[in-house]
């Protein structure tokens, strides 16, 4: 069976390996659920009553970024990937802000009975995702079973405080009060999509596939073309960034439920030093894996890495 992801836009000049064309093969679920109102799409995998996994990713993308990661984990886990509030195809609510998005969080897992089992459902989350699901955890932590965050922005505070200076910031930006630029065609639009922070990708089919996932045709009137899929919303932050990044590092050693990190090793948001300062704080117990030659994007440059960490991760959390 070919998946419906694969089409000629994006593939017809890209090699897929054969592991990606059987992964994306694997059975799934595509729907959507609401919750608080607002319709949250979300993919499935594997067998109800199962131990669940609950999946998310960055800002700016979208639940496909597991898509070809969580069918090698399909025939053991019950999965949920979905796409964040305004992103991906998800609706955005009106004043979505950092705890709207943690409660939505648990709210996903509870419309689609994730708690329902013997087995409290794990997370498994990247970048901007890992955010929302430590406050998912600081919320309602005993609900889960244990978070793997995956390449969260972690520096010590003056590493971020240049990194803020030099025009860092979280990944991710833009205004909330612009509409999304409508392009002429497919290639223009694929020409504007850059991932956050930049780094070259070692799959440049999984950033093809990606890119092509996160924009959609247009047809408005007279004005037709491709446009970003997200909703400009997403932008809205804030102002207080900084210190909210600055206290992540405490808030993970002080979450006092099971926690791992697998990052990319080269990567610019956590890196030795980012685990050394967690170890300071207090973060000993924590395991945390590096991805040998991943940066930031750690499942678009070593993908079947990143699935032996989460196996082996999840082997040790059977309950």
């Known amino acids: 069976m070919t998946s419906t992801d694969i ?58 970024c597991f898509a070809f990661i969580a069918p090698f984990l399909a025939e053991n ?28 969080m648990v709210g996903v897992a509870e419309a689609l009975d994730l708690f329902s089992g013997p087995v409290k459902p794990k997370i498994i989350a ?41 025009g860092g910031g979280p990944p991710g930006s833009g205004r909330s009060d612009r509409p999304n630029k409508v392009y002429p065609d497919y290639e223009s639009a694929r020409g504007r999509f850059v991932l956050s922070p930049p780094q070259p990708v070692q799959e440049q089919f999984l950033l093809e596939y990606m890119a092509y996932h996160s924009l959609r045709p247009v047809q408005d009137g007279e004005q037709q073309g491709w446009s970003w899929k997200f909703d400009p919303m997403v932008f809205h932050r804030s ?53 040998p030659e991943a940066e930031h994007h750690l499942m678009l440059d070593q993908p079947l890495a990143l699935v032996t960490a989460l196996r082996s991760i999840l082997a040790l959390w059977t309950d």
């Open 7 to 64: 089409v000629d836009q994006w593939a017809a000049s890209q090699g897929l390996p054969a592991w990606f064309v059987q992964a994306m093969a694997v059975p799934r679920e595509e729907a959507f659920v609401e919750v608080d109102g607002a319709k949250v799409h979300y993919f499935r995998w594997g067998k109800r009553g199962k131990p669940p996994l609950l999946m998310t990713h960055g800002f700016l993308a979208h639940a496909r």
């Open 77 to 104: 886990y019950d999965i949920v990937a979905y796409d964040l509030a305004g992103m991906g195809d998800s609706e955005i609510p009106a004043d979505c802000d950092g705890d709207q998005r943690a409660a939505a």
């Open 126 to 166: 990247h970048s901007f995702g890992s955010g929302v699901a430590l406050t998912a955890m600081e919320m309602a932590g005993e609900r889960f079973g244990g978070l793997i965050i995956c390449d969260l922005m972690v520096m010590r505070p003056e590493k971020l405080l240049a990194h803020f200076k030099n």
């Open 239 to 291: 102002e207080n960034d900084m210190a909210k990044w600055a206290h992540t590092p405490q808030r993970i050693v002080d979450l006092p439920h099971r926690l791992a990190i697998v990052y990319g090793e080269n990567s610019k948001l956590f890196d030795s030093d980012s685990a050394a300062y967690l170890r300071e704080l207090g973060g000993d117990h924590l395991p945390m894996i590096a991805i």
